[in-house]
């Protein structure tokens, strides 16, 4: 998938995003029947997610490992920097906002 630019707003990112797992299911030459049945989302959810844009993080887990498109969602779970020992042992004093 190509990045997602930050000037996009939230309705039009999941539509975005439902747009672009519909070319890929189409680019594999599938149907949303055979989708559905190979990543375990009902034939429901998956229309109106490439309809709407709407479905669960896990549904659209399913959606891209059954495309073969997992790896997509790497850098959202991927760890922060490696941090030093020292940074570690001794973090730095989060300031206390005022009300």
Do not use: Y
């Not at 990045?3 to 797992?21: F, N, Q």
């Not at 049945?37 to 309809?51: D, I």
């Not at 959606?63 to 969602?73: D, F, I, K, M, Y």
Request: charge should be positive; glycine fraction near 8%; charged fraction near 30%.
């Amino acid at each position: 998938m190509a990045k997602i630019t930050s000037i996009m707003t939230e309705p039009e990112m999941v539509r975005e995003i439902a747009r672009r797992v519909r070319e890929l299911r189409l680019a594999e030459g599938l149907r949303q029947e055979t989708l559905a049945n190979r990543s375990g989302v009902s034939l429901g959810t998956l229309k109106a997610f490439e309809r709407t844009g709407r479905i669960s993080l896990e549904r659209l887990a399913a959606l891209l490992v059954a495309l073969h498109r997992g790896h997509e969602l790497d850098s959202l779970a991927a760890p922060g920097p490696l941090r030093s020992l020292e940074e570690i042992e001794n973090p730095p004093e989060r300031r206390r906002g005022t009300r």
